[in-house]
Nanobody, 125 residues
């Protein structure tokens, strides 16, 4: 699976951004999709994940109520809508994919198989 993330940019605190990740190469609907982020000097962090059907989602506590992950299997694309952005949300955001056989969201520590190139999100205070 090839993943191409986009949609990052510079936004003021309290603003919004919507990230997209387009997938190609395999049957998109067979993959759990996740978003991760990495800020300078910090480890990569799980942000959100969505099951193959889109029914089940998981979020890190710090983004609950502000971020929404969704997917469009017809378009082979996963999204991350981010609102009420905070300076601490600034990071490079990566989308990732893992092949699964059932409709569920794996544990956050799961190692994903495929990764996109990352898109920079900068939040000014």
């Amino acid at each position: 699976v090839q993943l191409q993330a986009s949609g990052g940019g510079l936004v003021q605190a309290g603003g919004s951004l919507k990230l997209s990740c387009a997938a190609s190469g395999r049957t998109f609907s067979n993959y759990v999709m996740g978003w991760f982020r990495q800020a300078p000097g910090k480890e990569r962090e799980f942000v959100a994940a969505i099951s193959t059907s889109g029914i089940r989602t998981s979020y890190v506590d710090s983004v609950k109520g502000r971020f929404t992950i969704s997917r469009d299997n017809a378009k082979n694309t996963v999204y991350l809508q981010m609102i009420s952005l905070k300076p601490e949300d600034a990071a490079v955001y990566y989308c990732a994919a893992i092949r699964v056989n059932i409709d569920y969201v794996p544990p956050r520590t799961t190692l994903y198989d495929y990764w996109g190139q990352g898109t920079q999100v900068t939040v000014s205070s």
